[in-house]
Each structure stands twice: as structure tokens, then as C-alpha cells.
């Protein structure tokens, strides 16, 4: 089955700086990828998702790129803010409909 | 839109009885939903994946029996914990697909 991992477990920014977080992924199979964000206590939040057939999509101050042929992909968060502060999963699946087999979390922390 | 709701939002229950967690698409209607359990600061784990007048698809080690699924129109799942046991204990949390993912807020299960 898939399997995905994510790095880093942790990461503190500066607030306004940028973040990345970067995750692999092991079936050639899985075509979409998307990133939720979680805050404590509460269910995961869809911030960003991709498709196999784009290289890279933007919203606002988040990215996400796709390299299919290393089979991974990064969330790219730009001037930070605290509010920004949260865990992040990565996930994959063959399809947005079929089950997701998601990262281990990235616990973000802005310094303000 | 893309709204999804759980009920109740926590619940403590005694060892041995049975306990239902109702999640509802609010605004869409969901041809399949998704139960994922979530221990502290772990990721989600699928538990079954649930289709619209089917029968739920358990993943590998998920006690069907133990865990009742019903997906009985296009706007509400319920998963039905029996014989509650304090390592059932935990964060439980619905999607459904629309067909991206969109989660619910998640009900904390405490059994003593």
C-alpha cells in the first residue's frame, strides 16, 4: 500500500519568514495530494490540494509544487503569521473520492 | 460550502456500553464517507471507508463488529463504538467526498 512520509516533525519560524514542508510518497498510483491543517482539539482543515497533471498551484500565500517523478511534494507558506501556527498533513490517494493515507504532522510554531 | 458536522463533539461513556457518532454533509451530498480514528499528537488512521446503501469497507486490523458503520442516505454516516473498552478511547473523525475530502470537527471518546 502507500506509504508517506513527512518532514520535518517540527518546525519554528520567525514570524513574515517562509515555511516549507515536504513530503514523499511511495505509489506511483496516487494522483492527488492534498495538505490539511489542524489545530487543537479540532477535525483537519483542506488548505491546498494538487493533481499529477500540474507541477505546482498557488493560493494566496500557499503553494504547493508536485515533482511525480521523485514522488514528492512540498506546502510552501509565505510571510508567516501566528495564526499560521498549527499541525500540517500531508496526504495521497488515487483520487480525491478514494481513501488518503496521510503524513505524520508537522507541527509549525510562528515566533512573533 | 463543502461543510461537514459531527455529533456530539465528545462523549464519555462507560466500559461496555455502546456508543453512536453521527456525521452529516451539511451542504453537499456525499456518495462516500470516511472514518479515521486519531490518537494524541499521531496522524489520522482510516478505520472504513463507508458508500451510500453499501456496506463499509474496513481496513486491515479494524474490528467490523466492534466498529458499526451506516451510511443510510447521501447526508449522514454514523459509527456506532460497542462494548466500549478504555483503548477506544480516542479522536474520532469523519470525511466525506465531494470528492475532495472535508473533514469533520471530530468527537473525543473517553470510556472508563
Known amino acids: 500500500g502507500e506509504n508517506v512520509e513527512q518532514h520535518p516533525s517540527t518546525l519554528s519560524v520567525q514570524e513574515g519568514d517562509s515555511a516549507v514542508i515536504k513530503c514523499t510518497y511511495s505509489d506511483s498510483a496516487s494522483n492527488y495530494f492534498p495538505w490539511y491543517k489542524q489545530e487543537l482539539g479540532k477535525g483537519p482543515q483542506l488548505i491546498i490540494d494538487?493533481?499529477?497533471?500540474?507541477g505546482e498551484k498557488k493560493d494566496q500565500r500557499i503553494a504547493v509544487t508536485l515533482n511525480k517523478t521523485a514522488k514528492h511534494f512540498s506546502l510552501h507558506i509565505t510571510e508567516t503569521q501566528p495564526e499560521d501556527s498549527a499541525v500540517y498533513f500531508c496526504a495521497a490517494s488515487k483520487s480525491g473520492n478514494e481513501k488518503l493515507t496521510f503524513g505524520t504532522g508537522t507541527r509549525l510554531t510562528i515566533i512573533p | 460550502g463543502a461543510v461537514v458536522s459531527q455529533h456530539p463533539s465528545w462523549v464519555i461513556c462507560k466500559s461496555g456500553t455502546s456508543v453512536k457518532i453521527e456525521c452529516r454533509s451539511l451542504?453537499?451530498?456525499?456518495?462516500?464517507m470516511f472514518w479515521y480514528r486519531q490518537f494524541p499528537k499521531q496522524s489520522l488512521m482510516l478505520m472504513a471507508t463507508s458508500n451510500e446503501g453499501s456496506k463499509a469497507t474496513y481496513e486491515q486490523g479494524v474490528e467490523k463488529d466492534k466498529f458499526l458503520i451506516n451510511h443510510a442516505s447521501l447526508t449522514l454516516s454514523t459509527l456506532t463504538v460497542t462494548s466500549a473498552h478504555p483503548e477506544d478511547s480516542s479522536f474520532y473523525i469523519c470525511?466525506?467526498?465531494?470528492?475532495?475530502?472535508?473533514f469533520g470537527p471530530g468527537t473525543r471518546l473517553t470510556v472508563t
Open positions: 494538487i493533481r499529477s497533471n500540474v
Open positions: 470525511s466525506a467526498s465531494p470528492p475532495e475530502q472535508y
Open positions: 451542504d453537499f451530498q456525499a456518495t462516500t
